[in-house]
Each structure stands twice: as structure tokens, then as C-alpha cells.
């Protein structure tokens, strides 16, 4: 749980594409989800820029309240409540920077807060081939694809 239990800890999706020059070491926490033990947010987003790829930061906050004691079970789920709060967006990683454990009237709580994140290769968040196909038919969509999709961001 210490690992797990501060600043800066990231969950990745477990079908994530990674860069081949990229060594983390992970295990598994949710179905579906694994979280990363060797690095932090910081370390992860040098070593992923180092790559050449690019690790975003999806604007907006989600925070979770659940009973129970200070421990790996409530962190589980605290997690999964953002995990649902986020259902049907498309994100691949979530970066949990601040966990807060209190007692109120005797019953302990945890508070997690947390940000999604993206890693991909291209620096378009929005893949080409997804945007082009929400766009109606035009003779020069692949001009308007190019100019849309070149949205940058990054941690």
C-alpha cells in the first residue's frame, strides 16, 4: 500500500500501448487497470517524452468519498467510483495526485482525487481516422482532418 499511497501514483488501462524503449514495472489492481510501481507521474512523463510520444492531461478533476480504513481496499473503491464517473470516455491512463484519509465521527474515510490521462504516439489527441469519420462528406476532408487533428497538449 505504500507504493500505491502517494503523490503522484498513475493506474494505466492494461491494453495501453507503450513505447519499446518504456520499462515500467506494474501489477495488477482492477480488472482492466494495473498500477505503475517503479515511477511516478513525473518520471513516467520524462521517460514518455523521451520516447517521442506524448502523455496528456484531460482537463477536469474527479474526486471519490468512501468509508473504510486507510488501505489498498478502500483505495480500490475510491477508484473504481472515478473509473465510473468516467465511463465511455476514452483514456487510457489516471493519475490519483492526492489521497486524503480522515475520521468523521469515529468512521474512517478516504478521499481520492484524480485526473485522466492519455498516452499515445501522435500529437493529436483525437485520432485522424475517428475525427474523419464524425465529419459529413466533403471534397476536402482530408485537408480539414489534417487541420483539426493537430491539437497539442502535454503534461
Not at 465510473?84 to 478516504?110: A, C, D
Request: hydrophobic letters at 45%; one cysteine or more; aromatic letters at 8%.
Amino acid at each position: 500500500m505504500s507504493s500505491i499511497n502517494r503523490t503522484g501514483t498513475v493506474f494505466i488501462r492494461e491494453d495501453t500501448r507503450l513505447p519499446a524503449t518504456l520499462a515500467i514495472e506494474s501489477e495488477a489492481f482492477l480488472p482492466g487497470w494495473r498500477v505503475i510501481k517503479n515511477l511516478d507521474r513525473q518520471a513516467l512523463t520524462r521517460e514518455v517524452e523521451g520516447a517521442n510520444w506524448n502523455f496528456f492531461y484531460l482537463a477536469g478533476e474527479m474526486r471519490a468519498t468512501v468509508f473504510g480504513r486507510e488501505g489498498l481496499g478502500a483505495l480500490r473503491k475510491a477508484v473504481k467510483c472515478v473509473l465510473r464517473k468516467q465511463k465511455g470516455q476514452r483514456f487510457n491512463s489516471l493519475e490519483i495526485p492526492k489521497i486524503v484519509s480522515k475520521r468523521f465521527l469515529g468512521i474512517p474515510f478516504m478521499s481520492v482525487t484524480a485526473h485522466s490521462r492519455h498516452i499515445q504516439q501522435g500529437v493529436g489527441l483525437v485520432p485522424a481516422k475517428d475525427f474523419a469519420l464524425s465529419m459529413p462528406a466533403a471534397p476536402n476532408a482530408e485537408v480539414a482532418t489534417k487541420q483539426y487533428t493537430a491539437l497539442i497538449s502535454s503534461s
